[in-house]
């Protein structure tokens, strides 16, 4: 630092503003320091850095590691807005999380001095763990549940999606409304099956049992096998997510039945490949980029002392030909 501040013609205060409070400089001379910086080959010690400034400017993201599009682009979309605001993220996944396994992982977090944790809480244990081992450090949960013992919540309004995508259909016709859940210990298909069943009862159409499936492509297969059994086929069926519409409409093909000539089909998430779907499927859309902006600003916000509260981003429909 030393060098950079005599080959600049400044202090070493001043360096160390650029580098820790760049906007308490003037421009010009802010200019000069990142010249000589440049010049020399500088590399800021972030360790260092924590030191002096007790910040480490470190995140923890804990999520389950599953392979489900949803929380795959949750923890991509925080970890993106955290490098573009000068985070650096450890990432770990818990696949099958247990107590004993989140306890861990919140105290490798502190361990390595994480200045606060983002939980990617797609089903009720993972936020259950995380809020009892959140105490004393700035915690963000990604899910759709509410800010209750000392945790921030971001999500994006689930129910919301599930009226959005009901509402398509019975605006299209459709009277008989299937609908193929994911697991309902976890709170998005909670959410989206109580807005399927919302805009039924509402629209006085018949509320049929659901079928509860894994958010797989392989569920949606096996539900069409179930549908296709019943004296007569729905309508429509609106799927969990995207995965289970691909299965869904798969099996259909498969059976001779048109989509969506004979039955319309709509999913959720607009995942990657959804509108090379065959039809294109029509779908809701979660903004997933802006979802990991909102929680890094929460995130923010409670390492600052903000009291805990929910943040909720709304979905959009996706129209495609998958609904006649």
């Not at 499936?213 to 007569?232: F, I, K, Q, T």
């Not at 600003?297 to 959009?316: C, F, K, M, N, S």
Request: charged letters at 20%; aromatic letters at 6%; glycine letters at 10%.
């Amino acid at each position: 630092m030393m060098v950079v501040a005599r080959l600049a013609g400044v202090s070493h205060q001043t360096v160390s503003r650029v580098l820790n409070t760049p906007d308490r400089v003037r421009p010009e001379t802010r200019e000069r320091v990142e010249a000589a910086m440049r010049e020399v080959g500088y590399v800021r010690n972030l360790a260092a850095r924590s030191l002096i400034t007790q910040q480490t400017a470190l995140l923890g993201v804990l999520w389950t590691g599953a392979g489900y599009s949803g929380p795959s682009s949750t923890v991509a979309g925080i970890e993106v807005a955290a490098r573009a605001a000068g985070f650096s993220t450890l990432v770990a996944a818990v696949q099958y999380p247990d107590e004993a396994e989140v306890a861990a992982v919140f105290r490798g977090f502190r361990d390595r001095g994480v200045e606060g944790i983002a939980v990617v809480a797609p089903h009720v244990g993972m936020a259950d763990f995380a809020r009892e081992h959140s105490t004393g450090i700035p915690t963000v949960l990604v899910a759709d549940t509410d800010a209750v013992e000392g945790c921030h919540v971001v999500t994006v309004d689930q129910h919301l999606g599930g009226r959005l995508a009901t509402q398509h259909l019975v605006d299209r016709g459709c009277r008989r409304i299937a609908h193929i859940s994911g697991p309902l210990d976890w709170f998005d298909a909670r959410a989206r099956f109580a807005g399927w069943r919302d805009v039924l009862t509402e629209s006085a159409l018949p509320v049929p049992e659901i079928i509860v499936g894994d958010w797989s492509a392989r569920s949606g297969y096996a539900a069409a096998a179930r549908l296709l059994a019943e004296p007569e086929l729905p309508d429509a069926v609106f799927c969990g997510n995207d995965a289970t519409a691909l299965g869904l409409m798969a099996s259909l093909r498969d059976a001779g039945v048109d989509v969506p000539g004979r039955i319309s089909v709509i999913g959720f998430d607009d995942s990657d490949g959804s509108a090379y779907f065959a039809p294109p499927l029509t779908t809701v859309a979660q903004p997933f980029t802006e979802l990991g902006g909102a929680c890094l600003d929460t995130l923010v916000a409670a390492i600052g002392g903000e009291e805990p509260g929910r943040r909720q981003l709304p979905p959009r429909l996706v129209v495609r030909r998958s609904v006649r």
